[in-house]
Nanobody, 116 residues
Framework: QVQLVESGGGLVQAGGSLRLSCEASGRIFSFNMGWYRQAPGKQRDLVAHITRGGSTNYADSVKGRFTISRDNAKNAVYLQMNSLKVEDTAVYYC???????????WGKGTLVTVSS
């Protein structure tokens, strides 16, 4: 079992930057990792994903602005968010999915609020 704890959320003005962190209680080398977000009244959507091997993909809405990275030695995943927009406001969740067993784990989320 893996426990995930997100941090780094907060209030920022449009055009600003934030860096989210996700720390895992165990080793993440055998997990694909992702960041998802859920705005009020909307479904939870994928923001960025990084495979065990380091391949990444992004939602079209964040391409060129957000960067996902991982540090297996620190059991951590990061989301660098630049040029933030009001529509990026949401609770951001970290996800880990086992490469071998497919089990999925979620953090409790961190709130990002972008003001105009």
């Amino acid at each position: 079992q893996v426990q995930l704890v997100e941090s780094g959320g907060g209030l920022v003005q449009a055009g600003g930057s934030l860096r989210l962190s996700c720390e895992a209680s165990g080793r993440i080398f055998s997990f694909n990792m992702g960041w998802y977000r859920q705005a009020p009244g909307k479904q939870r959507d994928l923001v960025a994903h990084i495979t065990r091997g380091g391949s990444t993909n992004y939602a079209d809405s964040v391409k060129g602005r957000f960067t996902i990275s991982r540090d297996n030695a620190k059991n951590a995943v990061y989301l660098q968010m630049n040029s933030l927009k009001v529509e990026d406001t949401a609770v951001y969740y970290c996800n880990a999915q086992g490469v071998f067993d497919g089990r999925s784990y979620w953090g409790k989320g961190t709130l990002v609020t972008v003001s105009s």
